[in-house]
């Protein structure tokens, strides 16, 4: 297959999937939308009523909403990050999976950002934030890291989509509507791939991949101290910020893998996505895992071993107690079980790998649940324990947002090739001038040998 | 107060003695001063005092600071009713039912005898609370007490993730509000109508410092518990008696809840059963609960009287 042969094939199988509407294509984004716009009329119901239609209550002040939004803060981690990671350090298996890594995390961070929001007891005064904002607050940390992380990562995204949408300009303008010719104008912003252009493209890029590393690790930290600088046993720990980032990249990463293996299946690009990319995500993921553990260890050996405060109370309940049973399904099928499966070759096949990774997503939730959740419980005075079950409103809110997630992959996928078509043509640009005058160094690989 | 401090005392005053009436009332009764001390029986020399008047408007700052003495607190057992404290409170303050900002706690003391703990908010000088609002709704007014501007809060429950002592309310629905309180002048010392999505907490009665007076749970205390005192001039008082306070916290071994966490509560407890009243620690009291502030009836109106009638006590006596 030659070059132009090859090139011809990407674009073919990239771009297949942008235009015409299957019917499956119908029914999957409909029922997003219809779960979508049922969170949206709970959500109303608690405007109206206040969140007294929540579970919530003086003791158990956060619920799901707040473990929803550590949650997604997590899945968002990993994309851009781990894309501008391997960029950086010209890692050439990255290729095809930028484009869909940075929307993951573009995805993740709006249904992120849109948590807290939902949570306030008075979202007609978000305003406040602006007017009276405190720095001294965690939370205005929070709300001024989230949304910069979230615009850095648009704009890498959108960056790194002007080629590609410059192509669909020139390409397919016969065949598509005006108003999306019109939207691939805009986006392709009159690229025409002269070498200024392409300079000016990697100097945005390298200056964007810079400020997102910082801007995902400050997201993470800023997410943990929440709950860090509170006195509540559980939370009162100097390890939250770094414990909360790994976990971030753990649980992003097991997204990414599920995220992958759905691109790969629905629009037939395993030519491209291929098990060595599986294979290299998995050892990130099992990296990270470990690591996780690591921590994870680190955390429960120090405040079980001293038992301060109210310490003991909470171990019990979430060891022995009522939460045990998601405890122990959080660590062993959340946790262990992923990196096993992800760490040893042999069992490192694509669909264990997918199975573990949603796997480890169910129990990173569960994680953010019972972070959440009993230490609110754990009551402060000598009264009784704290109860909490999230009530019809919440449940059918947080579905709404994993919808919305959903529904954000779905759009963004229609619209735009979800394999960023010119980088895979520059690799192999590069690959083919590499072949004739051989470099003095090989090219930096991250991934270990497969 | 600085007039204070300079004008005579009286000859044969050693300064041991430092709670003579000019004293007590410099401190308590600065701003009762002008004329409510109310439930301090000491009110009625004030008028006769007019440089103590004059020093209301100068001079440091009262700081203000509470006192439970719990030899005297039995839950209200010995009368047979629920908490007073609670009850009074839950009326000065309307407090949504379910959501009170003062709770008596049965706890278990030394050896295992349960004893009372009535806890209201600390009023922490290293409030958490105060640090983490990202709106800055919640803060302390120049005399020490923890406020909550409720015009401003948002409803984002940060303060109540960081108050270590579970003082924080929350409105999670629609409060109830007595009939008028639409009307009544909301200020974040006293802070009426109550409103959907905001916190609450007990404000150690600021509208009642104002005046003079004791707070609500104080002056509701038929067992005389509870006292305020002021930091700054060093005294303190229930209503009935009037101490120095400092002394009186070194001479009772005065502890605070939760003192190792640095955050420094302005609540003091002396620790005991009940006892001055009889209690022994093996007595099994059993509190009832406290009515809220629809069980009891209140009414504005109804608390209106109740302060005039707090405001001028003698005449209250003659009648
Ligand atoms: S709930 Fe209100 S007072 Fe409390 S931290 Fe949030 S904005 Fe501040």
Redesign the pocket.
């Known amino acids: 297959m030659n070059a132009s042969e090859r090139q011809q094939r990407l674009e073919e199988r990239v771009l297949a999937p942008l235009t015409g509407f299957s019917q499956t294509w119908f029914i999957w984004t409909g029922c997003l939308i219809a779960l979508s716009v049922l969170g949206f009329i709970a959500y109303a119901y608690q405007v109206r009523d206040g969140l007294a239609v929540t579970g919530m209550g003086d003791d158990v002040i956060w619920g799901v909403y707040i473990s929803n939004f550590v949650f997604f803060s997590g899945l968002s981690m990993a994309g851009t990050f781990i894309s501008a990671i391997l960029r950086l350090t010209g890692a050439e298996w990255r290729r095809p999976l930028t484009r869909f890594s940075e929307l993951t995390t573009v995805a993740a961070l709006s249904m992120c950002a849109l948590m807290p929001a939902i949570d306030m007891?008075?979202p007609d005064?978000l305003w406040?934030l602006l007017v009276y904002g405190r720095l001294e607050?965690p939370?205005l940390w929070d709300i001024l890291v989230i949304p910069t992380y979230l615009a850095a990562s648009l704009i890498y995204l959108f960056l790194f989509l002007i080629p590609d949408s410059a192509l669909l300009r020139d390409r397919t303008g016969v065949r598509v509507s005006g108003a999306r010719h019109r939207l691939y104008s805009i986006f392709g912003v009159r690229w025409r791939g002269l070498p200024e252009q392409r300079r000016r493209l990697e100097l945005g890029g390298t200056i964007m991949m810079l400020m997102i590393i910082p801007l995902g690790v400050a997201t993470h930290s800023v997410v943990s101290w929440i709950f860090g600088l509170t006195f509540r046993a559980g939370w009162n720990s100097t390890i939250f910020a770094p414990y909360f980032a790994v976990g971030a990249l753990y649980s992003g990463t097991a997204m990414l893998i599920t995220v992958m293996f759905i691109f790969r299946r629905v629009y037939h690009l395993e030519e491209y996505l291929t098990e060595k990319h599986f294979q290299y995500l998995a050892i990130l993921l099992a990296a990270f895992g470990i690591i996780y553990l690591y921590f994870t260890f680190a955390e429960y050996l120090t405040v079980t071993y001293k038992l301060e405060g109210g310490e003991d109370l909470l171990l019990g309940e979430l060891f022995f107690g009522r939460y045990a049973p998601l405890v122990w399904f959080g660590f062993f099928g959340g946790q262990l079980l992923p990196v096993v499966i992800a760490a040893i070759p042999k069992t490192r096949t694509i669909p264990l790998l997918v199975t573990v990774s949603v796997l480890a997503n169910i129990g990173m939730w569960i994680k953010r649940f019972v972070i959440v959740v009993p230490s609110l419980s754990l009551p402060l005075m000598p009264y009784a324990w704290g109860v909490y079950t999230p009530t019809a409103a919440e449940i059918f809110i947080t579905i709404a947002s994993f919808a919305g997630f959903a529904l954000l992959i779905t759009i963004f996928a229609k619209l735009f090739p979800i394999i960023s078509i010119w980088e895979m043509t520059e690799g192999w640009e590069e690959e083919h001038s590499a072949a004739e005058v051989p470099p003095a160094m090989p090219p930096a690989q991250l991934a270990p040998q497969g | 107060m600085e007039t204070e401090r300079t004008s005579p005392q009286p000859a044969g005053k050693s300064p041991r003695q430092p709670l003579s009436r000019r004293r007590l009332l410099g401190g308590i009764g600065a701003a009762a001063a002008l004329g409510a001390t109310g439930v301090i029986p000491l009110a009625n020399h004030v008028s006769a005092e007019p440089e103590v008047k004059a020093s209301a408007s100068t001079g440091p700052k009262r700081q203000w600071a509470m006192v439970i003495d719990l030899r005297k607190c039995e839950g209200c057992t010995t009368i047979d009713k629920a908490p007073q404290c609670v009850e009074a409170c839950n009326a000065e303050h309307f407090v949504p039912p379910g959501q009170e900002w003062l709770q008596v706690f049965e706890v278990e003391g030394p050896g295992g005898h349960p004893h009372f703990l009535p806890r209201l908010c600390m009023q922490c000088e290293n409030a958490p609370?105060t640090k983490?609002?990202?709106?800055?709704?919640?803060y302390h007014n120049e005399e020490g007490i923890v406020l909550?501007?409720?015009d401003?809060?948002?409803?984002?429950?940060?303060?109540?993730a960081?108050c270590p002592y579970g003082v924080?309310r929350?409105n999670w629905g629609e409060p109830e509000n007595p009939p008028g309180a639409a009307l009544a002048n909301y200020s974040p010392e006293y802070p009426l109508p109550h409103r959907k999505g905001?916190?609450e907490k007990c404000m150690l009665c600021a509208h009642r410092a104002k005046d003079g007076k004791i707070p609500a749970c104080a002056s509701g205390c038929p067992m005389f518990a509870i006292s305020l005192a002021d930091m700054t001039e060093d005294v303190a008082t229930n209503g009935k008696d009037v101490f120095k306070f400092s002394r009186f916290l070194a001479d009772n071994s005065a502890y605070r809840l939760k003192e190792d966490l640095g955050t420094k509560p302005r609540v003091w407890y002396i620790p005991g059963h009940g006892q001055e009243y009889g209690h022994h620690v093996d007595d099994n009291l059993i509190p009832k609960e406290p009515r809220s502030w629809q069980e009891q009836g209140m009414t504005l109106d109804k608390l209106e009287e109740k302060h005039k009638a707090e405001e001028h006590p003698q005449t209250e006596g003659a009648k």
């Open positions: 007891g008075r005064r406040h607050s939370l | 609370c983490v609002c990202p709106v800055g709704a919640t909550i501007n409720h401003r809060c948002i409803g984002c429950r940060m303060c109540m960081a924080r929350f905001t916190v």
